[in-house]
């Protein structure tokens, strides 16, 4: 089972997804079964962030003065035989989800959820530095879209 521990650090996200940890929590339970890790705790932390912050933080960790619509942080420290894993730290950036602007909250959700499971990914040590990573990357992401998309709509 996934805990997700929701932070919120802009009013902006609560325009668009009204009940944020349950939004997030719920994503969780409905990807596929291999990402569920059924009699394990897992948990990570989210922070639903700016442009503003996210620049700060990918300034001072990843060495980039720009900002990025979501950063992952994965936990590497693994506790020998403990069932409750710490899989580490995702930002997101609500100005990057809200583009356009005028988009409909199903729309933001949707993007929202994409762009999580891709931080969510990067936490379980997946990257897309090369192409065959990337692809593997991306295949992973479009099987838990699809299995989360019944829940966003």
């Not at 980039?64 to 899989?87: A, C, G, R, V």
Request: hydrophobic share 35%; with cysteine; aromatic share 16%.
């Amino acid at each position: 089972m996934i805990k997700v521990n929701v932070l919120s650090e802009d009013k902006s996200w609560s325009k668009k997804i009204k009940k944020k940890e349950f939004f997030f929590n719920n994503l969780c339970k409905f990807f596929p079964k291999k990402f569920q890790f059924v009699n394990k705790k897992i948990y990570l932390t989210l922070l639903l962030s700016n442009n503003k912050n996210v620049k700060k933080l990918n300034k001072k960790f990843r060495n980039k003065n720009k900002h990025t619509d979501i950063l992952s942080f994965p936990f590497h420290q693994k506790s020998k035989k403990s069932k409750e894993i710490y899989l580490g730290d995702i930002i997101i950036s609500f100005n990057y989800m809200n583009k356009p602007k005028s988009s409909k909250t199903s729309f933001f959700k949707e993007n929202v959820a994409k762009t999580f499971i891709h931080g969510f990914l990067h936490l379980l040590n997946f990257d897309h530095i090369r192409k065959k990573d990337y692809i593997k990357m991306l295949n992973e992401e479009q099987k838990i879209f699809r299995s989360v998309q019944k829940f966003i709509n």
